[in-house]
C-alpha cells in the first residue's frame, strides 16, 4: 500500500519519470525525454506489475490539466503506451462497480473507508494458491484470513463495496480517499441484488480534499 502524492506541474512530474531506472537497467537513460518501464517502476516502487506501473500513472497525474496530461502521455515509450492502452484504469461510483466491476480491470473509488473488525466473520472467500512440491494447487479461504478488509458506503444509495489489502501492509487512514487497485473475484459478499462479486485489491491511495 502506497501514498500517492499527486504531481502539480508537467515539469515536475516529467522530471520524477525521466530518471534512468535503476543503475542496472543499462537502456534506460535519465532526461532523454522518453519514459520507459524501469523509470516509472523505479517512481512507483513496482518491479514487474505494469498494471500497477499504469494505475500509479494515472493516479499521480490525475491532477494535471488535459494537456499536460497528454504531453506525459505523449513521452512514454511504445512498450509502455501499449501497457497505458491494455491496463488504463478507470473512475466508478460503488453502484458503477457493485453493476458493472469485473475481476482484472484497474480502478480508483473515492470514500472514506471504515475497517471491519478481524474478529467478524465476512462470509467471504477468496481463492489463494497452495504449492506443494512442483505442483500448484487453489484452495478457497475467509477474506479476512488475508486481507485487511474495509467497507466503503455510498452517499446516494445502499451501496456497499469491500476494499482490502494485503494484511502485512500498512492500514488505511479513515479519511476522505481516492483508492486504486485491481478487482478481484470475491466469492459472495451481501444478498440477493447486492451481492458482490468482486473486491478492490487496494495498491495505491491519495487524499481527496
Do not use: W
Amino acid at each position: 500500500m502506497k501514498q500517492i502524492i499527486p504531481y502539480t506541474s508537467y515539469h515536475e512530474a516529467i522530471e520524477s519519470f525521466d530518471n534512468g531506472g535503476k543503475f542496472f537497467n543499462l537502456f534506460s537513460h535519465a532526461h532523454d525525454g522518453v519514459v520507459s518501464p524501469a523509470e516509472l517502476g523505479k517512481v512507483a516502487g513496482v518491479t514487474h506489475d505494469k498494471q500497477a506501473m499504469i494505475l500509479y500513472l494515472m493516479m499521480s497525474i490525475s491532477r494535471l490539466d488535459n494537456k499536460s496530461r497528454e504531453r506525459i502521455l505523449a513521452r512514454l515509450d511504445s512498450e509502455l503506451f501499449k501497457c497505458y492502452e491494455k491496463y488504463r484504469p478507470v473512475h466508478m461510483s460503488l453502484d458503477q462497480l457493485l453493476e458493472l466491476g469485473k475481476p482484472g480491470i484497474s480502478c480508483t473509488l473515492v470514500g472514506t473507508p471504515k475497517k471491519v473488525s478481524s474478529s467478524i466473520s465476512l462470509g467471504a472467500t477468496i481463492m489463494v494458491p497452495v504449492v506443494v512440491g512442483a505442483v500448484t494447487s487453489f484452495t478457497m479461504v475467509p477474506i479476512e484470513n488475508s486481507y485487511e478488509v474495509y467497507e466503503l458506503c455510498s452517499e446516494e444509495s445502499d451501496a456497499v463495496v469491500m476494499v482490502a489489502h494485503d494484511n502485512e501492509k500498512e492500514s488505511l487512514p479513515e479519511r476522505n480517499l481516492r483508492i486504486g487497485g485491481m478487482l478481484t473475484s470475491l466469492n459472495h459478499f451481501g444478498e440477493g441484488d447486492q451481492a458482490q462479486k468482486v473486491f478492490l485489491e487496494a495498491q495505491f491511495y491519495m487524499e481527496e480534499d
